[in-house]
């Protein structure tokens, strides 16, 4: 019966171009990989009592509310931090076409033009704060900016290394900022919105990481050393808060064309090296990813390590390897 149901699901993966996973919750979490988490409520409506009969151990999941739609899982409020170019507007829109209204954050840049972009295009709300994300009131300001909304989706974005600089040649007070913007400003919204994420039992956090989380090198000692806390930081989430239906992602980017990374390459006057990623199919490939988590490695099948050291999927049976090993110490 264990192989036939594999069969069954596997033959509804086709029909769906998603797949359907039963969570620890006993729910049933529709896990798109085609982003139409619409089509894969359709498929699961379609459950009959047939398939019940069929296969009786699922009774349990296919009795219980099933998360529908992308804003029903992640809806119906998004906060972008970094919103206003590259990867973080792309975010705004992608996330506005599927329906979430946006809370665009971003220090100086022209949120008022995504802002309107994406409420003309899509008909959603959208709500803009100019914020310096390395400040220590950030996230304070950030909530201020939500006013109460539900954040169904939160979205760390901001986080690049505007310095360029061997770590002893530039002042420490920069270094603490991007610490500060990539470690402690996503730390306070995931705790703020997770808390309230994990009450739901539903929502997403989607950390933008690099590969450089996966080691350190010269003029990349700050850079590193916060990318590679955020990856950790991500897997911890994803073992705690997918019992409770919430999505957590970090997704691991390789040089995309923001930008940023333009600017920066016109400062140190190196030439556009080819094959940078779009920050739209990146983008994409994030949201098809979040209900997956903890990792995706941007260009890679799951199973791929390639500039990574470690798959995605290596990095995830680890993570749930060292989650039964804990909880073996601190209990369920
Ligand atoms: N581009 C790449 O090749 C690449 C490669 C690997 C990983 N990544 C990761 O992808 C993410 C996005 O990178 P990116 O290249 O687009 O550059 P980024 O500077 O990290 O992100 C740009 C966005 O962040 C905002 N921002 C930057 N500093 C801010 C601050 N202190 N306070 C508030 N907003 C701030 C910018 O708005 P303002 O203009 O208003 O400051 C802009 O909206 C980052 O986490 C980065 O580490 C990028």
């Known amino acids: ?47 009959t009592p047939f398939d019940i009969l069929l296969f009786p151990q699922y009774t349990g999941y296919v009795t219980s509310k099933p998360a529908v739609t992308f804003r029903d899982q992640y809806g119906p409020w998004a906060v972008i931090a970094g919103a206003s170019e590259g990867t973080g507007s792309a975010f705004a829109h992608s996330l506005a076409r599927r329906g979430l209204s946006c809370v665009l954050v971003a220090w ?13 295009q899509y008909g959603v ?9 390395s400040a220590t009131d950030a996230f304070d300001r950030i ?59 539903r929502g997403g956090l989607l950390i933008v990481n690099s590969g450089a989380c996966y080691g350190g090198g010269s003029f990349l000692a700050t850079y590193t050393g916060c990318k590679g806390f955020l990856l950790n930081f991500a897997e911890g989430l ?46 994409e490939q994030a949201l098809e990813r979040l209900p997956h988590g903890p990792v995706h490695n941007w260009g890679l099948a799951d199973d791929e390590g390639g500039y990574a050291v470690t798959s995605a999927a290596g990095r995830r049976a680890r993570v749930l390897a060292i989650d039964a090993s804990s909880k073996r110490i601190y209990g369920d």
């Open 143 to 201: 909530l201020d900016a939500t006013g109460g909304r539900e954040i169904g989706l939160y979205v760390a974005n901001a986080g690049s290394d505007r310095f360029g600089s061997r770590y002893l040649d530039h002042d420490v007070e920069d270094w603490l900022g991007l610490l500060a913007m990539n470690v402690s400003t996503t730390m306070r919204a995931c705790h703020h919105f997770g808390r309230q994420m994990r009450a739901r039992r």
């Open 125 to 133: 709300e959208c709500v803009t704060a100019n914020i310096d994300l």
């Open 108 to 120: 100086a840049g022209p949120l008022a033009e995504v802002a309107e972009e994406i409420r003309t």
């Open 1 to 47: 019966m264990g192989s036939s149901l594999v069969e069954y699901w596997k033959q509804r993966d086709a029909v769906v171009g998603g797949r359907c996973l039963p969570t620890a919750n006993s729910r049933v979490s529709f896990a798109a990989a085609d982003r139409n988490l619409d089509d894969a409520a359709r498929a699961y409506s379609s459950i």
């Open 238 to 283: 994803w073992s705690e808060l997918r019992p409770y239906g919430v999505d957590v992602l970090t997704m691991v980017l390789s040089m995309t064309r923001t930008p940023m990374f333009l600017r920066l390459l016109t400062e140190k006057g190196v030439p556009e090296p080819a094959g940078l990623a779009s920050p739209m199919d990146v983008v």
